[in-house]
């Protein structure tokens, strides 16, 4: 009986981790959101934004891109950032979509990607390589595979995926909300019609956030764009849910504002639902409310109490943060201007990376080709650096068999000491720089040829020396 009793308490304890996603983790006392900006091709990236009060945000690396998709259409729009239960995994899952980029929004709606583009992550800070789900192709005559979403169900122990597919269904082809079950976001069940509204209605954006016991009627609320901002509350995420109402009661409808993303505050009982003004352009903007399921209770907040930071957000996510995910987000992506290395004897031309290859040439175009942040050395942070690429974040000069080249971070230790220089006094001028190698500490980054390479102090010193400039 003893052991049973401790069975059971294990298995209750279990239980109550699953319904409660943060029954494991650290009090909440920031925000972190994750979007993107716009129609250009570095728009359509992950960018991230820190918040201490959730209405007041910095951008996060400079105000530049923070993940780039390597893959599919090479653009993401709609990011949702995704923690496990235990606070062991992340995910970020976004639309593959880059419009302007070989795409216009006719292909985009009737011949799209079907997949969707995932990142992975342990810490918030190094992700994964991103891969492909295809989501739609299961679905008959699906055609793209927008704007998704994912939360964890207690009920089945997994997460549900839902995202929008424009799709032919008893005669009418327009944008439904399907579902699937997951729980590595490789996998998936056989996708089901989730939301379809009457008639020729579409719907794209939807999301649910989960309301605590004794504030309204719900366990949870979702928000969808269907030509108003549709609020329903269900008990179930696969159960049934019931109209609520709408915001046109404050002046907002689907036709000026889109992307509904859920905040709660970490210390009250008050939610934000920012929506983005994508009529005017504007990005996010958001809406107060102490119960999200009565719709009479949202308001527009007074103007100067909220500021979005220097870029413009649209479609994306907000996850509430522990002190220690803070901690690691902000140590990641401090605010580091961008610098450039100036050749020393060659001073028309500028260390910059070309098809991944590092070399020195003139004129470099795009000119973010030839930036780089010196971040503190990823093998060793007092006296050393490793320099981040501006327009390929995570992606670092590296040597390897003395040659360099632009690579990604793989996390190993191997990378960060290939990856870490220290930077001194300038071999040919002590008022320039020049970069010693953490683990060939005999050798010197300098050019041959135009090329990058590291080797020993050269004949001619001025080949390993630089002008670190703005």
């Known amino acids: 009986m003893k052991r049973l009793g401790t069975t059971l308490v294990a298995v209750i304890m279990l239980l109550t981790s699953w319904t409660n996603p943060a029954f494991a983790l650290d009090p909440f006392t920031g925000y972190l959101m994750a979007h993107f900006t716009g129609e250009a091709s570095d728009g359509q990236q992950i960018y991230l934004a ?3 009060d959730g209405l007041n945000w910095t951008d996060l690396n400079n105000s530049g891109v923070v993940l780039r998709s390597t893959v599919g259409t090479r653009g993401v729009r709609d990011p949702a950032l995704v923690r496990s239960p235990d606070g062991s995994r992340y995910w970020i899952i976004a639309t593959d979509l880059c419009i302007g980029c070989g795409q216009d929004w006719d292909t985009a709606i009737n011949n799209g990607s079907r997949n969707l583009v995932v990142w992975e992550s342990t810490d918030l800070v190094t992700w994964s390589a ?15 595979a927008w704007a998704p979403e994912a939360i964890w169900n207690p009920a089945t122990g997994d997460y549900v995926l839902y995202w929008a597919t424009n799709a032919t269904l008893n005669g009418v082809l327009k944008h439904r909300i399907y579902q699937t079950r997951t729980s590595d976001f490789r996998t998936i069940s056989t996708p089901q019609v989730y939301i379809d509204r009457v008639g020729t209605q579409g719907i794209i954006d939807t999301q649910i956030v989960e309301v605590p016991t004794g504030v309204g009627n719900y366990r949870y609320v979702r928000a969808s764009g269907d030509g108003q901002i549709t609020i329903e509350g269900g008990n179930s995420i696969l159960g049934s849910w019931s109209t609520l109402g709408n915001l046109s009661g404050i002046g907002l ?3 000026q504002v889109e992307g509904p993303m859920w905040m709660k505050f970490n210390t009250r009982n008050e939610w934000t639902l920012y929506l983005d003004q994508y009529s005017s352009g504007r990005g996010y903007m958001p809406v107060l409310t102490t119960n999200p399921s009565v719709t009479s209770t949202y308001r527009l907040p007074a103007a100067g109490t909220y500021n979005l930071g220097g870029t413009r957000k649209r479609h994306g996510t907000i996850l509430n943060l522990t002190a220690a995910e803070s901690t690691r987000v902000l140590n990641r992506w401090p605010s580091i201007a961008p610098n450039r290395l100036q050749s020393y004897n060659y001073p028309d031309r500028y260390v910059r990376h070309a098809n991944y290859d590092i070399r020195i040439d003139p004129s470099v175009t795009p000119a973010a080709d030839a930036q780089f942040r010196l971040i503190p050395g990823l093998a060793n942070s007092s006296g050393y650096v490793s320099f981040e690429s501006v327009n390929f974040p995570g992606w670092f000069l590296r040597h390897s068999n003395y040659d360099f080249a632009l690579v990604k971070n ?6 960060a000491a290939d990856a870490t220089f220290r930077e001194v006094a300038g071999l040919a001028d002590a008022a320039a720089k020049s970069y010693q190698s953490y683990n060939h500490p005999d050798r010197y980054i300098r050019h041959y040829g135009y090329l990058l390479r590291l080797d020993p102090i050269p004949a001619t010193p001025a080949d390993a020396t630089f002008r670190k400039v703005s």
């Open 410 to 415: 793989d996390g190993s230790t191997a990378f």
């Open 130 to 144: 991103p891969w492909l789900l295809n989501v739609a192709g299961p679905i008959p005559d699906g055609r793209n």
């Open 50 to 52: 820190h918040s201490t």
């Open 253 to 255: 409808t689907g036709s």
